[in-house]
DNA sequence: TGTACATCAGTGAACGCGCGTTCACTGATGTAC
DNA sequence: TGTACATCAGTGAACGCGCGTTCACTGATGTAC
């Protein structure tokens, strides 16, 4: 019953100068997301701060959703890719049980440092999970990494049965994301602990899954 | 950086039609909010839905906020009030691991039953996540059911550190969250086996600490 | 290499709508004697 | 037990603001010959 709204950007910049507008709006509304909620953000806000008027804007963008997706999809990418070469590179292998660990202490902490270097981060990760739309976005991006993960142990545990082992590699996948967010969003309390104890309570997981 | 907006009730109802009033402007917000997302929700748009006039809304709530923070609320004490009385019924203990598991379930599933039911709660749920003001709300309820873990399990596991130990409930209680909202929102996709798995996760991480 | 023209990029100013909110009022309920 | 009065509850109508959006236009950039 959701109204659809559209997202698509009208039109791709291709002048230089285009290019630094479309890329102001993006900063301007990452700054502002900092600040405020995505909530209050508003097109003749971004357009304000940005030094814009408003039309320079919807000449990229139809609406904010539109902003908030592509700063979304950004935000998600990076992750993203690092996450695959951590699993190309053999992330969720290692000789000992304290090696997987580590690993994945290693990766889980870049998950976190990812979202708190992007401007208005926070704020974009919540907007990814209360806005209906952006909600799609992240399920893509999530399910798409939990495929890697599953293909990635596939071999490794060949008695479990698929269907459980791909809902499995999506629960971890979303509590691995669950899990920096709550470090990303209350970051003064036992970071370290919590990043520390979250890889722990997947590895044991994943232990006894072999 | 965020602007205060004031939540608190201006006048709490006395006599019955006015509670009868109050209920009505919760009951149908709640069902709005199953339809659109809470962005989209107004108070003039509760008002004609409801059948009232706005003046009669705001006698009681000052803006939609307030309203959504009393949903909010609901929501979690209906929660909170099931697993207090899940951990007090020794939820945690239990001869055999296969048992702990068991009670594990039992209670996730609960969790995810209350959101269900509960008029536009998978929406009230993602407003306690991206509303600044109502996380704040969330992670006090989070806060007080992770202590509750905490001393629910701290005989058990006296060789843990309680700094350890209290960020390690914070932990779960928040992953147990996540995972139950994960169904929720997901409710065709292999809820089953999502709840079971994360319960092991849980049951396997609980074991590790003896 | 310069000029003419087409296309791209952004401005200034304004619009209509609907959101949050309030004022002055009427009607309903409770209570004191 | 009934009446007078105070208080509670909700209405009708309107307000100002700012949001999303658009129109007609000027200026900047690219390109064909």
Known sequence: MNIAIPLEAKLQPTQARAQDTYELVLQTAGEMLCDMGFEQLTTNAICKRAGLTPPALYRYFPNKYAILKVLGDRLMTAQDDVVIAWLEAGGLTGATFE????KSIANQREMVAIAQRFPGGVAIG??????????ELRFISRDMIADRFYSA???HFPAIPAVR???????????????????????????DIIIRETCLLFALYFEQLR
Chains 1, 2 share one sequence.
Do not use: K
């Not at 919540?126 to 909600?135: D, N, Y």
């Open 153 to 155: 142990v596939r071999p």
């Open 99 to 102: 090696e997987r660990l580590a």
């Open 126 to 135: 919540r907007a990814l999970r209360a806005v209906p739309m952006l909600q």
């Open 165 to 191: 082992l791909r809902a499995a590699m999506r629960m971890i996948v979303e509590l691995g994301y669950a899990a920096s967010e709550m470090v990303v969003e209350e970051p003064d309390r036992e970071a």
